[in-house]
C-alpha cells in the first residue's frame, strides 16, 4: 500500500505526496485519493484534480511529479501560518479564504473555497485552475495547480509581492501619478489582458482590488475567480458597481471581451485623474452617453483622454479591442513637446508660490 499520507504537529500544517512503489498516471482518474492535508487536529484527504500525464502534478508542479523510474517524487505545502491572509465572499460559491504557504522554499498563496452540496464550488474552482494554467504572462498571476480537501477545493498560485492598487492609490497623497509614469505602469498592463484575450479568456473583474503593484511599478492582475471564455456571450452580471460596463448592469447577455475594456479604461482614467470618470450616484444602466470627468486641476494630453473615451464607448461594438488599444498612439508615442512644456511651466508656477 503506498505511504501517501505523511504528518507532523511540530512544523505546521503539511501536504505531502510520496510513494514507495511505482505508479502510472495512467491509472489514476479524477477524485483518486493521494494525500492529505494536517490541519490543526485534522486529516483531510487530497484528491487528483487533473488526470493528464502534463497536468498531473496536484497543484503543487508544472512538471510531472513521477521521476524517470516511475516513482513518485515527494511534494508538500506548508501553510506559513495558521492565520488567513484575507478573506473573499463570491457570489458562486460563498465564502472563501486565502493563506500565504511554502511550496517547498517558494512562497505561494493557497486559496481554499468550501465544498457545497450543489458542486458549484467544484465547477468555479475547476475553471479558474483551468482558465490559470492557459495564462502564461509576467502580468497575469501564475496558476501553479490545484487539489481537494475533504471540506474544499484549493488553488496553488504564485505569491505577488506589493500591494494592490486600490490600497497603492489610497496612500498616494494626490491620488493619481504623473502620466509618463501611468503610461509605462498601463501598458504591462494591458499587455497581460491582451494575452488573457488571445487565450480566448475575459478576466471580468478587473478593478484596483484585483491589480498588484509590485517593484518598479509593475502590474499584475489577479484572482481570476469570475473569468469566462471570450466566445460568445456571458449571462451573468460580473465585476463590481463602479467598473461594471453599462451592458452588464443591464443584465443582459454581453461580450466579455467588451465589458473587459470598459472596465480597464475606469482603472486608466483612476490612474491618470485620481478620481471615477462618472457621479457614483448616477447608475450605469440609466446612462444615455457617458460624459466623462476630468479635473481641472490635473494635465492630461489628448491623446490620454482619447484612449480613455474610445475604451468607454457606450456601444461596447466601438469599443477597441486590446490589441487596438496597445495600437494606440498614446502608448506609442512619447509625450508630444508641447504637452511637455504645459506640464512643465505648471510645475513651475507650483513652486514658486
Known amino acids: 500500500m503506498p505511504n501517501f499520507c505523511r504528518h507532523s504537529r511540530d512544523d505546521g500544517p503539511r501536504l505531502y505526496f510520496s510513494s514507495p512503489e511505482p505508479a502510472s498516471s495512467q491509472s489514476f482518474k479524477s477524485g483518486t485519493p493521494l494525500g492529505s492535508l494536517y490541519h490543526g487536529n485534522r486529516v483531510k484527504t487530497a484528491h487528483l484534480i487533473s488526470p493528464t500525464a502534463r497536468e498531473f502534478t496536484l497543484g503543487l508542479s508544472n512538471s510531472g511529479i513521477l ?22 465572499r463570491s457570489q458562486f460559491c460563498g465564502y472563501g479564504t486565502v493563506f500565504r504557504a511554502l511550496m517547498g522554499e517558494t512562497q505561494v498563496i493557497l486559496k481554499t473555497m468550501m465544498k457545497t452540496p450543489s458542486r458549484i464550488t467544484e465547477e468555479v474552482a475547476r475553471k479558474e485552475y483551468d482558465f490559470g494554467m492557459k495564462l502564461k ?38 491620488g493619481h501619478m504623473a502620466e509618463t509614469r501611468v503610461k509605462k505602469m498601463f501598458k504591462g498592463l494591458a499587455r ?14 478587473i478593478k484596483p482590488e484585483n491589480i498588484m503593484v509590485g517593484k518598479d511599478d509593475h502590474l499584475t492582475l489577479i484572482d481570476f475567480g469570475l473569468a469566462a471564455e471570450t466566445l460568445g456571450l456571458c449571462h451573468q452580471f460580473s465585476g463590481s458597481a463602479d467598473y461594471a460596463s453599462p451592458e452588464v448592469w443591464r443584465n443582459m447577455p454581453f461580450e466579455p471581451s467588451c465589458a473587459d475594456v470598459w472596465s480597464l479604461g475606469i482603472v486608466l482614467h483612476v490612474l491618470l485623474s485620481g478620481c471615477l470618470p462618472f457621479d457614483p450616484d448616477d447608475v450605469p444602466s440609466m446612462r444615455v452617453q457617458p460624459d466623462l470627468y476630468w479635473p481641472e486641476d490635473i494635465d492630461i494630453s489628448d491623446d490620454a483622454k482619447e484612449l480613455v473615451g474610445w475604451m468607454l464607448e457606450l456601444k461596447p461594438a466601438a ?14 508615442r512619447s509625450l508630444s513637446a508641447a504637452f511637455m512644456r504645459r506640464l512643465s511651466g505648471r510645475i513651475e508656477s507650483t513652486n514658486k508660490m
Not at 144 to 166: I, K, P, Q, W
Not at 319 to 332: G, I, Y
Open 137 to 174: 504572462h509576467p502580468n497575469l498571476v501564475r496558476m501553479r495547480g490545484s487539489f481537494d480537501t475533504a471540506t474544499d477545493h484549493c488553488l496553488v498560485m504564485d505569491l505577488v509581492e506589493g500591494c494592490n492598487l486600490y490600497d497603492y492609490l489610497q496612500k498616494n497623497s494626490c
Open 192 to 205: 497581460g489582458l491582451e494575452h488573457s484575450h488571445r487565450q480566448g479568456i475575459a478576466h471580468l473583474d
Open 319 to 332: 469599443r477597441p479591442t486590446m490589441r487596438q488599444v496597445l495600437n494606440h498612439r498614446w502608448l506609442k
Open 67 to 88: 521521476n524517470a523510474k516511475g516513482f513518485w517524487k515527494r511534494r508538500e505545502i506548508r501553510l506559513i501560518c495558521q492565520s488567513e491572509v484575507s478573506r473573499f
